[in-house]
């Protein structure tokens, strides 16, 4: 993302930090006065808003048609910009309601690995 203020370059997925993409997001929504429009409700609607339209890219395509959309850049950019605009909401949600995304994800996926064992899996996956 390629902001005013201090934005990390593009590319950049190995050297930040979520608690970083946070700081970032919270400074450019206070920066705008927004934060009273930042209730969990709204963006839970606009995290379900955002999702549907990066998936409106995908719908009615295969995965070979999706291949070749994927070659475009400019289409490439908009479903880019469409999984930005979902995990912006997502960051402005933990945000707001002071979750620790690392710690949450750590435990959900603990929790996945216990409903779903990596032997159970496997043979499911293969049949």
């Known amino acids: 993302m390629r902001l005013a203020l201090e934005w990390v370059p593009f590319g950049m ?15 450019f929504r206070d920066s705008r006065d927004w934060l009273k429009y930042d209730t969990p409700r709204s963006l839970a609607i606009s995290i379900s808003v955002g999702a549907a339209e990066l998936l409106e890219h995908f719908q ?7 291949r070749e ?3 475009d850049r400019k289409r490439e950019n908009e479903i880019s910009d469409e999984l930005a605009d979902v995990m912006i ?3 402005g949600f933990s945000d ?3 979750v620790d ?3 949450a994800i750590e435990r959900k996926l603990r929790k996945n690995g216990e409903k779903y064992p990596v ?8 049949s």
């Open 101 to 103: 995304i690392s710690e």
């Open 13 to 27: 997925d190995d050297d930040t930090t979520v608690g970083m993409l946070k700081k970032q997001v919270s400074e």
């Open 69 to 71: 959309v994927l070659m």
């Open 119 to 126: 032997a159970r899996s496997r043979l499911v996956a293969e």
């Open 60 to 66: 009615w395509k295969t995965d070979e048609q999706m």
């Open 89 to 91: 909401y997502c960051l």
């Open 96 to 98: 707001v309601l002071n």
